[in-house]
């Protein structure tokens, strides 16, 4: 399973790449973010064009990938900045329409591997269409952005409710590459990450963004334990990927069963806890 770690900061990527991090991803992504995630526990990165450089500088063995800003007026600065950087891959976020890629995919002109993080109500309308493109080189299902399209409580509920394995089976149809959003440390995050590794081996998925829960490990740690304990979740990750694959049908099925209960319950107590917001607010006098 190849592995995906946000930072733009050179040390840190050169701790992630020690420890054995496939990627290293910068983060131009910005115009709509906050606007789209409002009210939502993320992140928005705050990295800049000249990171891409400053990390090119530092990584030697790990693929550094680039996120761009959705298309706009600029996009082809971006994409002429990134590739003269030494960018090995180029993401671009919220394409909803096969014109989008193909005009990005030009742009790139071959300079570096294109990816499409499909997370769109146009993309998943479009699928076939968008990724069966000359040029499309991998995918990748971001499920936060795609939860929100789809007005749905849980980001976890487009793995459990099916969509995805709808997804997965046309991309794997055309041969592609692709990744399914990010996972937390084993043993972290509200759904178990365990359970989610398992259903990206059933489902095909190679590849999964590193979740901010991975950063904090440079907060927690003392500094000279900060690579030990990088190395040790990766091991960790990649040993449950590993038992994954050899699970066999029946135990994965399984595994898919105590995700959906999980995400069920999940859902169920955030709509109740909404509902009763919304019941309370119904009862303040104007």
Known sequence: MDTIFITNDPWRAQVAEQAGVDRVLVDLEILGKI???????????????????LLRGVLRRARLMVRLNPMHDSTLHEVQACTTAG??????????????VKQFVQ???????????????GALARLD???????????????NDLHLALKL????????GGLIEYMAQIIRGRG?????????????????????????????????????????IFDDCDEDLIGTQFRREIEKLQSCVER?????????????QKLKYAVEEIVGLRTAARKQLSSAEAKIPA
Do not use: W
């Open 129 to 143: 269409d968008m990724i069966g493109l000359p040029g499309v080189d991998e995918v990748h299902i971001g499920l």
């Open 176 to 216: 592609l590459k692709f990744g399914i959003g990010g996972i937390a440390r084993l043993g972290q995050g509200l759904v178990s990450p365990e359970v989610i590794l398992s259903e990206h081996i059933r489902l095909g998925s190679s590849q999964v963004i590193l979740s901010r829960d991975y950063n904090r």
């Open 35 to 53: 606007e789209r995630q409002r009210d939502h526990d993320t992140l928005v990165s705050g990295h800049d064009l000249s990171d891409v450089s």
């Open 244 to 256: 994954a694959r050899v699970l066999g049908a029946q135990l994965q099925a399984a595994n898919s």
């Open 153 to 160: 409580e849980f980001m976890f509920e487009i793995l459990s």
């Open 87 to 100: 960018a090995d891959i180029l993401m671009l976020p919220m394409a909803s329409h096969p014109a989008e």
């Open 107 to 121: 742009m790139v002109g071959g300079r570096s591997k294109t990816c499409l993080l499909l997370e769109t109500g």
